[in-house]
């Protein structure tokens, strides 16, 4: 059984730019969600997505948004990119209701370079 | 707000060593608590769970103790191998809410 895939796996940017980040769960799991992971701070919980909505949003400016499809895959948007955006982003996914006992399935991560 | 606090790494040990990696937090209520283990090249996975006071939760022969007193959930395993080197986090949930909240990870290194 594939696991949660994410692309690119790297992405360089410029300040000002937009970034878009890519994310499949693993089939039959409705819920994705994003993490951001910067030098020293842990995982910073992003956004969760469940069917398609938006269910819950952590402590991020406006400017990080996404999306979830139809078939459950997700896009983590970031524009006016700034230095400090630069970190790996981690998606992850469960079933709809099991992802409240906390068993995510992680991908491996998009690393994105803002220069 | 919610937090959690891990003894910083890297953890260096010779296989067969006793593993300890601390983990504390600080929440209201009473959260569940969890460690993920990242092996190199791949996602974090969960290693073990406990969802109240004085549960042990275990797998692969590491444990951990919810210790509502000591607000703390502190990883071990008696014998360490090569293959445990990995990148290990703590996290905590409250509730229903999906959020995970981790710590900022340790990296162990096991030395034949």
């Known amino acids: 059984e594939a696991g949660v895939t994410q692309s690119p796996t790297h992405l360089i940017k410029t300040r000002g730019q937009q970034a878009t980040l890519r994310c499949s769960p693993i089939s039959g799991h409705t819920s994705v969600y994003w993490y951001q992971q910067a030098l020293g701070l842990g995982l910073q919980f992003l956004l969760w997505?469940?069917?398609?909505?938006?269910?819950n949003r952590g402590n991020f400016p406006p400017r990080f948004s996404g999306r979830q499809f139809p078939n459950y895959s997700s896009e983590l948007n970031v524009n006016a990119l700034e230095l400090e955006d630069s970190a790996l982003y981690l998606c992850?996914?469960?079933?709809?209701?099991?992802?409240?006992?906390?068993?995510?399935?992680f991908g491996e991560g998009s690393r994105l370079t803002v220069l | 707000g919610d937090s959690v606090t891990q003894m910083e790494g890297p953890v260096t040990l010779s296989e067969e060593a006793f593993l300890t990696i601390n983990c504390t937090y600080t929440?209201?209520?009473?959260?569940?608590l969890f460690w993920y283990v990242q092996y190199p090249g791949e996602g974090l996975q969960l290693l073990l769970k406990a969802t109240k006071a004085d549960d042990k939760g275990s797998n692969k022969g590491f444990e951990a103790t919810y210790r509502k007193e000591t607000t703390s959930f502190h990883l071990e395993k008696g014998s360490v191998q090569v293959s445990d080197s990995a990148v290990y986090f703590c996290?905590?949930?409250?509730?229903?809410?999906?959020?995970?909240?981790f710590g900022t990870g340790t990296l162990l290194a096991v030395q034949p």
């Open positions: 997505y469940d069917e398609g909505e938006e269910r």
């Open positions: 992850a996914s469960s079933y709809g209701d099991r992802g409240k006992t906390g068993e995510l399935f």
């Open positions: 929440a209201t209520g009473y959260p569940s």
């Open positions: 996290a905590l949930k409250k509730g229903a809410t999906n959020k995970l909240i």
